[in-house]
């Protein structure tokens, strides 16, 4: 099968070695144009009359765009009107070694037939590949290979369709463009063209506007250090005059920020650096280099707050008595490390949701967009769609902060909704927590199973039947993406069999797909508190895996033979088809093992594993197995605005700790075999042991109020909690434990080939995965896969057995838990909010969790809601304050509180700031004289909202 | 930026080959006058030079004989300037000590070994550029000097490298394709009778797509019969012509 091929070889030298490779080049590669009579292809995708009417060019043409206008107006490409676009191998290529996020966008653009883009390999078309000359370099290499394509395109079009289609190249360099037209090839800038667009004008906003630094530089004052190259910075960072770090600026300083240092070294792990010049145009979550100040000029983490609300551009006057605001209040003792931002190793931009702060010149187009994430910077936009866009979220990007600027330049990308409304803010809680939130594309949901689907013959291979077996699934109410069920029932020898059946993900989602991608990205499902967001689309989580009680479910089944002192005899893992006798919700199966009339074998079943799981409980407990506590709450909603009416903390019966229990004990032997069977590449989680420190604030806590915590082992702490009573405050116990999970570290997966301590601290066990929630967690169709193959009911694939690729996936399924649960917590405040907004004022008891030096910390249980009392206000008299860090108290004028003080507060909406409103709460009781709120001040339910500001 | 894209969304590998493509390859028979048969390949970048002396009596050891056919002796070495860094030892490593068994094993099973009972045939193979898919080549090569030698053979031995990457095989690997670490096996077949002379996997690959794989591996062994037939063909005819003279 081989055809004629000339071919070149490619010589590249890297350091010592030289590389040689093979470069093919061929003839049959195809135009992609439909109609074209010269090329043998069979599914073009360029349609052969281009509809873009442009005001540049009367002819129907095509674009192919460069490199720079790909990565930085990947916006604009996106856009439903842009189509028939040729995207050459070499800009690709490029796009996909300089940025992922781009990468992975512009694939997904390629693979939608309604775009019409094409891919065109002219690396190894015969006409089209050309090799680098002597002295030039590789950037200039490629723009000439896109000139060479863009002039065969039209050469190729020409000849086949006469004078009548085009090709043109798109191109923001202005050398590239000057030598396509000497060329003969019609060339035009980015914005030249999308401003030609006659339908579309409002396509301009989405511009990204990426200024000529050169020219820039000429006009304006200089404000910023120039960044050093890269190659340059490299250098240095080996020599060690730079250190590589990620940045991360403050949340409540927008003047301050600490660099995260890369690598071991113990030393100078966290820079800290302070001020504009310093910061020098590093945005959150950039990889920068640092260099460091002399010992001298060392700052000190400053305990203030500031917020930028400069609305005059450039004003670094003002600025500058900022920074020596910083300096002051810094004390001698707290000098930190300190740093100045030389250079960028990586941008880390993406696109930031906030609000428009309208320019306060009428006819000006440029705009200031306020961020809701208070770390990154403001942003100027260009858009003249400016009184349309205020009060809405909207999505900006960043494209560039040159030197003279003091804020970064961006561009629209669109708008999300009128702030306030439960959906825009549900979307900007899911895009600022980057949770994949789309609907599941075409090409994803063309791998799932064709309906009407039923269990075959040809599914019972490797498959026992068990829809005999009493099986019945407990689960929260209303529930509809069933993971699990179980069964028990005597065996003739006297013994137990249990059975634990999870749904069957795996069977549905095969290794590689579209379906599988998606759900590896998405990592999990995100429940927020009236919306889930699926890892997998319907039709599998909520009917076809879902275990109901409605009809035959494939399963995966683990199932024990378990004697009544709950010792495992016998472990036996399957694929199996079960009929699930019933669903329950934990309060009816609550109902039905206390009930005395009922004794069917449903119900028998189910005392049976009740049992069972007290004596599991028991044991994991003696093992030193913690039981933290956190406040739980949940919104009953108004059917028909969907908006909280009622809170209600989650109540913990019985049956639910007996569901738990036997899902630990399947996911605990799940992992031993697979660790077993793949020792190198089993994904498994840990729960690391907290450094001892952590417990400081725990210990502390308890000891003013004469208890004893020991944190020597888990076992010595679960013992000492369980100890911590006192019968005058019940509920001291409860905020113990709360304490006590802010202590902990995350748990994390990871594979069992890339780490060698696999305990669970939590759990009290030496080895822990997930098993049994494949519907809602990719981490366990991972796990079942293993536990497959391990039994041989399914196969491996190569990725699965490669510990690297393994890695990489727990990375991003630690990422997207953390995500979730930040967005969980996000969604449960914003809940809070509306609730409060519709409640008015209320008067709450609640506790002091921690006290600060300015502030406490309050939880009122019966929201479970934490919020924070500032004894400092603006406009108000200090009180006097004395913070003691050792018992730790906080004494305001002459009344001290310490952590678990009983209080009083006043909560009320803080709705002054569009973008971050917040639950405010105010002191009631204790009194402290002069610094009280007055109880009946706002009668009539509202409070002040007056001062409205855009942003503080 | 995570790695090498093996196989572009449009079907081409980093070369610019489609996943059934082999690399180009070319050869000559003859290239040694001294040797018995000897021949030269190149498959890509990877070059291979095999030579072979015998049948004649065993040499050293006569213990060694066997009474009923003929001792195949092989030895495989790797020049010292086949890689990007020069190598230390050209053979006799573990690699080399292993490849030279895999070359034994192979042509033991493909000549007529029992119509020399008593006589030795050697067979030297060396790798002259290293770019993937070493044993292939080396296989191929002997084929072509064993046949210049004369020595008759049940078939052809032809033998090519078969890669699984995204669910695809691709046949004839380069070397950065093999060093991408998936899983690789390496086939040597008899094209006509389609038996097979050897087959050897290196990592993990479920049985599930080893037929897959092997069905690619042998289509590509039977593509490269037919370049190899046609070298051969018209070496004989060259030789025809010259002799005819
Ligand atoms: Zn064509």
Redesign the interface.
């Known amino acids: 099968?081989?055809?004629s091929?000339t071919?070149v070889?490619k010589t590249r030298s890297g350091g010592v070695?030289?590389?040689?490779?093979?470069?093919?080049?061929?003839d049959d590669i195809w135009c992609g144009c439909v109609g074209c009579s010269t090329c043998l292809q069979e599914n073009p995708v360029l349609q052969s009359e281009p509809v873009m009417e442009s005001a540049l060019c009367d002819k129907p043409h095509y674009i192919l765009p460069d490199t720079n206008v790909l990565l930085h107006q990947i916006d604009i490409l996106e856009d439903p009107v842009i189509q028939n676009v040729i995207v050459l191998?070499t800009v690709l290529q490029e796009v996909?070694?300089?940025s992922?996020p781009v990468y992975k966008r512009i694939?997904d653009v390629?693979s939608k037939p309604e775009k019409h883009f094409y891919?065109f390999?002219n690396?190894?078309h015969r006409e089209t590949y050309i090799e680098r000359e002597q002295g030039e370099s590789a950037n200039d290499r490629n723009d000439r290979a896109i000139r060479i394509a863009v002039k065969w395109y039209n050469a190729h079009l020409k000849k086949d369709s006469g004078d009548v289609l085009q090709a043109i190249l798109i191109t923001n360099d202005r050398r590239n463009k000057e030598k396509a037209v000497e060329a003969g090839i019609t060339a035009y800038t980015c914005e030249e063209y999308i401003k030609s667009l006659i339908a579309n004008p409002e396509l301009v906003d989405r511009l990204a506007c990426i200024s000529d630094e050169q020219h820039e530089i000429e006009s304006g004052r200089i404000l910023f250090l120039e960044h050093i190259p890269l190659s340059r910075l490299q250098q240095g960072i080996k020599s060690g005059t730079y250190l590589q770090g990620t940045f991360r600026a403050s949340r409540d300083n927008y003047l301050e920020a600490t660099v995260w240092i890369h690598g071991d070294a113990e030393e100078n792990k966290e820079i800290i650096i302070q001020g504009l010049r310093n910061l020098n145009r590093a945005i959150h979550e950039d990889i920068v280099a640092v260099e460091m100040l002399a010992k001298d000029q060392w700052m000190a983490p400053s305990s203030i707050i500031l917020q930028d609300e400069g609305q005059n551009e450039d004003d670094m006057e003002n600025e500058e008595e900022k920074e020596k605001l910083l300096k002051s209040t810094a004390s001698k003792s707290m000098l930190k490390p300190s740093g100045r931002v030389v250079g960028i190793i990586k941008r880390n931009w993406r696109p930031y949701c906030g609000m428009l702060s309208k320019s306060q010149i009428k006819e000006a187009t440029k705009h200031l967009f306020t961020p809701a994430d208070r770390r990154i910077p403001r942003i100027r936009i260009e858009t003249r769609q400016a009184s349309v866009l205020e009060g809405q979220r909207i999505i900006v990007a960043i494209d560039g902060w040159p030197r003279n600027s003091r804020y970064p330049n961006g561009h629209f990308v669109r708008s999300l909704g009128t702030a306030g409304d439960k959906e825009t803010e549900t979307e900007v809680l899911l895009l600022e927590h980057d949770v994949p939130h789309q609907p599941f594309s075409q090409v994803v949901l063309s791998f799932l199973p064709k309906m009407p689907w039923s269990i075959t013959e040809k599914d019972m291979k490797h498959r026992e039947d068990l829809r005999h077996l009493y099986v019945c699934s407990v689960d929260p109410p209303g529930c509809t993406d069933i993971d699990d069920a179980l069964h028990c029932h005597n065996l003739e020898n006297g013994n137990l069999e249990v059975g634990v059946h999870i749904a069957d993900v795996s069977y549905f989602i095969r290794p590689?797909n579209a379906l599988d991608q998606e759900s590896e990205n998405r990592g999990t499902t995100v429940y927020l508190c009236e919306k889930r967001i699926d890892m997998v689309p319907d039709l599998l989580s909520s009917n076809l895996c879902s275990l109901r009680s409605d009809g035959d479910r494939l399963a995966f089944s683990c199932i024990w033979e378990i004697n009544y002192n709950a010792e495992i005899l016998n472990t036996k893992f399957t694929k199996s088809v079960i009929r699930s006798k019933a669903s329950l919700t934990y309060a009816e199966a609550q109902m039905r093992i206390d009930s005395t009339s009922m004794n069917d074998d449903i119900t028998k079943s189910l005392r049976g594993l009740n049992k069972l799981a007290k004596i599991l409980k028991k044991r994991r407990i003696d093992k030193g197995a913690l039981t933290l506590s956190s406040p739980e709450v949940r919104f009953h909603m108004d059917s028909e605005t969907h908006d909280p009416i009622d809170l209600q903390t989650k109540e913990l019966r019985e049956t639910n700790s007996m569901v738990e229990e036997f899902m630990l004990l399947a996911n605990v032997s799940v992992a031993e075999k697979i660790y077993n069977e793949f020792s190198e590449c089993a994904l498994l989680r840990k729960h690391p042991a907290p450094p001892l420190s952590n417990y400081d604030i725990l210990v502390k806590a308890a000891k003013s109020k004469d208890l004893e915590i020991k944190i020597d082992s888990a076992k010595a702490l679960a013992d000492s909690l369980d100890k911590a009573e006192c019968s005058s405050f019940p509920y001291l116990n409860t905020l113990l434990r709360i304490l006590a999970t802010r202590c902990m570290m995350q748990a994390v997966y990871f594979c069992s080939g890339m780490d060698s301590d696999f305990h669970h601290y939590g759990l009290a066990s030496p080895i822990y995965t997930h098993f049994t929630s494949p519907i809602r967690r990719y981490s366990d169709i991972i796990v079942h896969r293993l536990l497959a193959?391990a039994i041989g009911a399914d196969?491996?694939?190569?990725e699965l057995?490669?510990k690297h690729k393994l890695a990489?996936i727990c990375k991003n399924l630690n990422y997207r838990h953390k995500m979730a649960q930040y967005s969980q917590r996000a969604s449960v405040a914003f809940h809070t909010q509306l609730f409060f907004k519709s409640k008015g004022i209320v008067s709450e008891e609640g506790y002091i969790l921690f006290v600060r030096k300015n502030a406490i910390v309050v939880l009122i249980p019966k929201f479970g809601l934490e919020g924070t009392v500032f004894f400092e206000q603006k406009d108000m008299p200090k009180p006097k304050l004395f913070y003691n860090d050792e018992i730790p108290t906080l004494t305001v004028e002459d009344v001290c509180f310490y952590m678990f003080d009983k209080v009083k507060v006043k909560i009320t909406l803080d709705a002054s700031n569009i973008q971050h409103q917040k639950i405010r709460m105010a002191l009631v009781e204790p009194q402290i004289p002069g610094f009280n709120v007055p109880k009946q001040k706002y009668a009539n339910g509202e409070p002040e909202q007056k001062k409205c500001k855009m942003d503080s | 930026m995570a790695g090498l894209e093996l196989l572009s969304d449009q079907g081409y590998r980093l070369d610019g080959r489609k996943a059934v493509e082999l690399r180009k390859i070319r050869a000559r028979m003859g290239v040694f006058a001294q040797a018995d048969g000897s021949a030269y390949i190149e498959q890509g970048n990877t070059k291979a030079l095999a030579v072979v002396y015998g049948p004649h009596e065993i040499r050293g050891s006569r213990s060694k004989a066997l009474h009923d056919r003929a001792v195949v002796n092989c030895q495989y070495s790797m020049a010292t300037f086949s890689t990007g860094e020069r190598k230390r030892r050209p053979h006799g490593d573990r690699k080399s000590s292993e490849m030279t068994l895999h070359l034994k094993q192979t042509f033991e099973a493909a000549i007529l070994t029992q119509l020399y009972p008593r006589s030795q045939i050697d067979i030297y193979v060396q790798i002259l550029q290293a770019d993937g898919g070493n044993y292939c080549a080396c296989v191929n090569a002997a084929t072509l000097a064993i046949m210049d030698a004369g020595i008759p053979m049940r078939d052809y031995v032809c033998a090519c490298s078969t890669g699984f990457i995204e669910d695809t095989p691709l046949v004839d690997l380069s070397y950065i394709e093999e060093a991408a670490g998936g899983p690789q096996l390496a086939l040597a077949l008899l094209p006509k009778s389609e038996q097979i002379a050897l087959l050897e996997m290196n990592s993990r690959l479920h049985e599930d797509h080893l037929e897959k794989v092997l069905d690619a591996a042998s289509k590509a062994c039977r593509d490269v019969y037919a370049v190899l037939d046609r070298v051969v063909r018209d070496h004989v005819q060259e030789v025809c012509t010259l002799l005819g003279e």
């Open positions: 099968m081989l055809k091929k071919f070889k070695l030289k590389i040689v490779r093979e470069h093919y080049l061929r191998q996909r070694s300089r992922a694939k390629i891919t390999t690396e190894h590689g193959a196969c491996t694939y190569p057995m490669d990489e």
